[in-house]
């Protein structure tokens, strides 16, 4: 047996037939044109305004409204998109209730409720297209700021989730006040698997605040360099899972969002410099050189690191000052200690540097008859 829902579908159903079948053919005639005219208006309009708007962000135009000409040209493209979608609404609209001559008493509550459906769509694709102004003034913003990597991460992240909302919001819109569905009901029914999404999507939800959490606090700039775990090299970019280095292999290394907001980083781009520490141990053998004690040994060790050192003051920072002191005394060795800071950032040109640093100290402690331990 057919319900009373059933039944009232079929007799609005069985209504809107009959008034169909009564309407001239001429009144079809009209819908019909008026539904082409609609298709074929909103075709040309777009394409004019999509032109229109080509034309705008090509002009170079000196105005003191220059810089509201993009925006002008992002809402024309928004038009654009959902304007035969409304224009053919209200064609179909305009031919059912006013060609037609069909009223509320022959129409199916269906049939309205796919045309308003579509009414709220076209108007809700045209809010989801107008996002891109939101993108164009954060982007604008980060531009003239430089702020950390905004137009990689923090734009696409307000950008996605203003679209997100908007296609909720409007779904909600429909279903509730057009559909007349019960959303208490699904949402209530919907919580155990949102439980089971959240529980699922955990670690990708770690992820995502790690990286909110890396652009609030901000660490490190783009392209500074930084030392994470065992990796050191330079930020390439953070994205919603994960941060990406470039190591000074050459190598790209993703690293989750996630490690790197709850671990140490060390950010050596902060520094004026990179800094190096090296030992030397030699044989504290005074006897077997022309060196009488000891203490005249460490000293020539010493005052031998900290010429090499002095003469290469070109390519390292003033301060903190290269230095090289005697660290550690044993019976049979002593240990120097040299420190200095290179003036770049570059770690390649700092292993050069470093290699010939070695190599004229191994030079000159052998030609003062210095031998290491």
């Keep these: 047996m057919p319900n009373l829902a059933e039944k009232t579908s079929r007799s609005e159903w069985a209504q809107f037939a009959d008034a169909v079948k009564d309407a001239h053919v001429w009144q079809w005639s009209v819908a019909l044109g008026l539904l082409i005219g609609a298709l074929i208006l909103g075709m040309?309009?777009?394409?004019?305004?999509?032109?229109?708007?080509?034309?705008?962000?090509?002009?170079?135009?000196?105005?003191?409204?220059?810089?509201?000409?993009?925006?002008?040209?992002?809402?024309?493209?928004?038009?654009?998109?959902?304007?035969?979608?409304?224009?053919?609404?209200?064609?179909?609209?305009?031919?059912?209730?006013?060609?037609?001559?069909?009223?509320?008493?022959?129409?199916?509550?269906?049939?309205?409720?796919?045309?308003?459906?579509?009414?709220?769509?076209?108007?809700?694709?045209?809010?989801?297209?107008?996002?891109?102004?939101v993108d164009y003034v954060i982007t604008r913003r980060l531009a003239r700021s430089d702020k950390l990597m905004g137009n990689s991460y923090i734009v696409p992240l307000v950008r996605k989730t203003l679209k997100t909302l908007i296609v909720?919001?409007?779904?909600?819109?429909?279903?509730?006040?057009?559909?007349?569905?019960?959303?208490?009901?699904?949402?209530?029914?919907?919580?155990?698997?949102?439980?089971?999404?959240?529980?699922a999507a955990q670690q990708t939800l770690s992820n995502l605040f790690g990286?909110?959490?890396?652009?609030?606090?901000?660490?490190?700039?783009?392209?500074?360099?930084?030392?994470?775990?065992?990796?050191?090299?330079?930020?390439?970019?953070?994205?919603?899972?994960?941060?990406?280095?470039r190591t000074v292999d050459g190598t790209m290394v993703t690293i989750p969002n996630a490690a790197v907001a709850s671990e140490p980083v060390e950010t050596l781009g902060h520094c004026p410099g990179l800094r190096q520490d090296f030992t030397i141990t030699i044989k504290n053998n005074p006897t077997a050189t022309q060196i009488?004690?000891?203490?005249?040994?460490?000293?020539?060790?010493?005052?031998?690191?900290?010429?090499?050192?002095?003469?290469?003051?070109?390519?390292?920072?003033?301060?903190?000052?290269?230095?090289?002191?005697?660290?550690?005394?044993?019976?049979?060795?002593?240990?120097?200690?040299?420190?200095?800071?290179?003036?770049?950032?570059?770690?390649?040109?700092?292993?050069?540097?470093?290699q010939e640093v070695l190599i004229e100290t191994l030079r000159r402690l052998a030609a003062a008859g210095l031998e290491l331990a």
Excluded: C
Excluded at 85 to 110: E, H, I, K, Q, Y
Excluded at 322 to 333: E, F, H, I, K, M
């Design 292 to 354: 009488k004690t000891s203490a005249d040994l460490a000293a020539a060790a010493t005052t031998t690191i900290q010429a090499i050192l002095t003469e290469r003051k070109s390519r390292l920072l003033p301060t903190p000052a290269p230095r090289a002191t005697l660290s550690a005394v044993t019976a049979g060795t002593f240990t120097v200690t040299a420190q200095y800071w290179f003036a770049t950032w570059d770690a390649r040109e700092l292993a050069i540097f470093h």
């Design 44 to 133: 040309v309009v777009s394409a004019l305004l999509r032109r229109h708007s080509r034309r705008i962000r090509q002009a170079k135009i000196d105005s003191p409204l220059r810089p509201a000409w993009p925006l002008l040209s992002i809402v024309l493209e928004a038009v654009s998109a959902p304007l035969t979608m409304f224009l053919l609404v209200v064609a179909l609209w305009v031919g059912t209730f006013t060609v037609l001559g069909l009223g509320d008493d022959n129409l199916p509550r269906a049939w309205k409720s796919i045309l308003l459906t579509l009414m709220v769509m076209a108007v809700g694709w045209f809010v989801y297209r107008l996002v891109a102004v």
């Design 168 to 199: 909720i919001g409007f779904f909600m819109f429909i279903a509730q006040n057009i559909l007349r569905w019960d959303l208490s009901a699904m949402l209530t029914a919907l919580g155990l698997g949102g439980l089971a999404f959240a529980l």
């Design 211 to 245: 990286g909110v959490t890396i652009y609030a606090d901000r660490p490190f700039q783009a392209n500074d360099t930084v030392k994470f775990r065992a990796y050191t090299g330079i930020v390439q970019d953070v994205g919603f899972r994960s941060t990406r280095i």
